[in-house]
């Protein structure tokens, strides 16, 4: 069965960087929508970033401009490229993918879409 694994997570000041990767292990991802979904103490979990599997992004208004979302198929890891990180950036980080071929060319940014597979997350930390 496909899991991921995230890593890359950490301490940073404001105005720092960070990436997070997400492995996919146990066999080839087979879906077409995978994203990035993070939570802060207190509050719901929310969407960061999706990509579909021809390239087609959506951010948050609150990321956008400072975040990119990626992948690298020959090494089989998602990507979230953070700049500009700002304290109300600190949550912790999960990547997502649906386990099957939606074939809609519907990424939603939304963690009760449709993803089924989650990591165990990686913790972001920005002080200022």
């Known amino acids: 069965q496909v899991e991921l694994v995230e890593s890359g997570g950490g301490s940073v000041q404001s105005g720092g960087s960070l990436r997070l990767s997400c492995v996919t292990s146990?066999?080839?991802?087979?879906?077409?929508?995978r994203g990035w979904f993070r939570q802060a103490p207190g509050k719901e979990r929310e969407g960061v970033a999706t990509l579909t599997s021809d390239g087609t992004t959506t951010y948050a208004d609150s990321v956008t401009g400072r975040f990119t979302i990626s992948q690298d198929n020959v090494k089989n890891t998602l990507y979230l490229q953070m700049s500009n990180l700002m304290p109300e950036d600190t949550a912790m980080y999960y990547c997502a993918a649906v386990s099957w071929l939606l074939m809609s060319g519907r990424c939603a940014i939304t963690p009760t879409y449709n993803f089924d597979i989650w990591g165990q997350g990686t913790q972001v930390t920005v002080s200022s």
């Open positions: 146990g066999g080839t991802y087979g879906g077409d929508c």
